[in-house]
């Protein structure tokens, strides 16, 4: 028996576990008016993205006409330091642009504005949710810096012919770059941290971060290391072409048991960028990884260095609006909702915005007396009609909450009208729609197509002893003990109301007059 367990232990030794290190390179253009170092249109700015027609959005700046200068657009810089203070980075007080070289046909300059040592903002860090469901607490991952620089315009390849296009619109559109450090450790981490940061990004109104239309791009470096070796001792691979977060952490995912299967036979890992083949659903090596020392970075020479001061770093610490970790701890503590609603309804600002505004004009109505139920059990309510079927009718129309034809008001009194029981919940589904079509006022709705409740006991009576009368079958049913002929008594009732009759009286008087 010793000798066997003797065995089993140098085995176990043998088995190396790996463990992945990645750290993510996120670029994110921003949504400012004009380009970021000449007066041209942002194609981002409306919203959509870029401009369907190629080289409209162009001047000798972006072009990289020699003779020309490029200024910087300070809002953009701006956008840059707010992302900082939302993610608890320093901002840098001296500050520079610096020239990252190297050739490409869609850098019109042959270098890009970048920066190099000194970016805007350093040292910050991100909560993310936890993926070992053993703690149940969040995951910190830190920041390393986020910088600004201009994006590159784009080559089009047209089918079948020996040429390729090149499109200049999207040549120096403010870009931020953010590093992580090496923190993440799945897939899955990967995908929650660029999600929150999407959030945070849309939050600030800095840029609609979307990863399919390419306002975010997602890169990953991973590696892997033995438990008993140095974190970072593994070969890093950078994963490129992730254009969704589901790609983020499949992509990773496929990354990590590549690399695992690699190091179990015995072979080193190659140092490379590889690209993300969703169709296949692996990555594809594109290149051997250049080193920084490539690019020949060098100060800016045509922008001088940035000097902020302390009074400009707090006086826009100020400018940020309440930001999604703070909003959801407002919300538990203010409207008492479960944590699955909070993150729905704060996962966007304007959605949880729109909340707000109903459950203020829910706590109006109850003040005047308009509404006779709870504020809790109303304002629960509200938040279960915009979770479920509000979001339900804009997900349909691919629409935006922003798009809602439903004031705040007509939707409190909507809620208020269901909760003190005037209509019940098949008639909301319809007026709800009809709301949600037209913007209309529910009242109204409910009056033009008949649909408030039937509560009135004595006319409930009558329409249920006429009932009974065609039933004899059902009520000996009933009598006989089979629940299921109530059932059908009840769907009776409502159908001859047209489903406007209470169900729960109706219950209740068909029980009094059937024993
Ligand atoms: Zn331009």
């Not at 869609?106 to 703690?135: M, R, T, W």
């Amino acid at each position: 028996m010793g000798v066997c367990n003797v065995k089993i232990l140098s085995k176990v030794k043998l088995m190396p576990k790996y463990t992945p290190v990645i750290g993510m390179e996120v670029h994110v253009e921003l949504k400012t008016k004009s380009k970021m170092f000449c007066a041209c249109k942002n194609g981002m700015a409306n919203g959509n993205g870029e401009e369907k027609e190629p080289n409209v959005n162009i001047c000798p700046v972006c072009t990289g006409q020699p003779g020309t200068l490029p200024v910087p657009n300070m809002e953009a810089i701006k956008f840059v330091q707010m992302v900082g203070l939302a993610l608890g980075c320093e901002l840098r007080l001296e500050s520079k642009f610096d020239r990252k070289n190297y050739f490409y046909p869609d850098l019109p300059k042959g270098y890009q504005i970048s920066q190099y040592d000194q970016p805007f903002c350093e040292k910050g860090f991100l909560n993310i949710a936890a993926s070992d469901k053993q703690q149940a607490v969040s995951k910190k991952i830190g920041i390393t810096r986020i910088h600004l620089e201009e994006d590159t315009g784009k080559l089009v390849h047209p089918k079948g012919v020996d040429y390729t296009l090149v499109d200049f619109n999207r040549a120096c559109v403010p870009l931020m770059e953010l590093v992580t450090e090496p923190d993440i450790e799945s897939g899955e981490e990967a995908r929650l941290f660029c999600q929150k940061l999407q959030q945070i990004c849309r939050y600030l109104g800095i840029s609609d971060a979307d990863m399919e239309k390419g306002h975010m791009r997602c890169e990953a470096n991973i590696s892997l290391y033995k438990e008993w070796e140095d974190k970072l001792s593994g070969t890093k691979v950078e994963v490129k072409n992730i254009n969704s977060f589901k790609f983020v952490e499949k992509a990773i995912a496929y990354e990590i048991e590549r690399q695992t299967e690699v190091l179990e036979k015995g072979d080193r890992v190659v140092q490379e960028t590889r690209g993300y083949d969703s169709n296949r659903g692996i990555t594809v090596s594109q290149r051997v990884k250049e080193s920084a020392h490539d690019y020949r970075y060098f100060p800016e020479p045509d922008i001088p260095p940035f000097k902020f001061t302390e009074e400009y770093v707090s006086a826009l610490r100020g400018e940020l609006p309440e930001l999604p970790a703070r909003k959801e701890e407002r919300f538990a503590s203010e409207y008492g909702l479960p944590k699955g609603d909070i993150e729905v309804l704060t996962s966007e600002r304007d959605l949880a915005q729109y909340y707000e505004e109903v459950v203020s004009e829910i706590r109006e109505k109850i003040q005047s007396g308009e509404v006779v139920s709870s504020e809790d059990k109303v304002i629960k309510l509200a938040a279960n009609y915009i979770i479920s079927e509000l979001r339900r009718h804009l997900g349909n129309d691919e629409k935006n909450i922003r798009d809602i034809k439903i004031t705040a008001e007509n939707f409190a009194e909507f809620i208020g009208i269901l909760g003190d029981g005037k209509i019940n919940s098949s008639a909301a589904q319809i007026v709800l729609c009809e709301m949600y079509k037209t913007g209309g006022d529910p009242s109204q709705i409910i009056e033009e197509r008949n649909l408030a409740q039937m509560n009135d006991t004595g006319e409930l009576e009558k329409i249920i002893d006429d009932v009974l009368a065609k039933n004899q079958k059902s009520i000996d049913d009933y009598k006989a003990g089979k629940d299921n002929a109530l059932k059908f008594l009840m769907g009776q009732v409502m159908a001859a109301t047209k489903g406007a009759a209470n169900p729960q009286v109706v219950q209740e008087i068909l029980k009094n007059k059937l024993v």
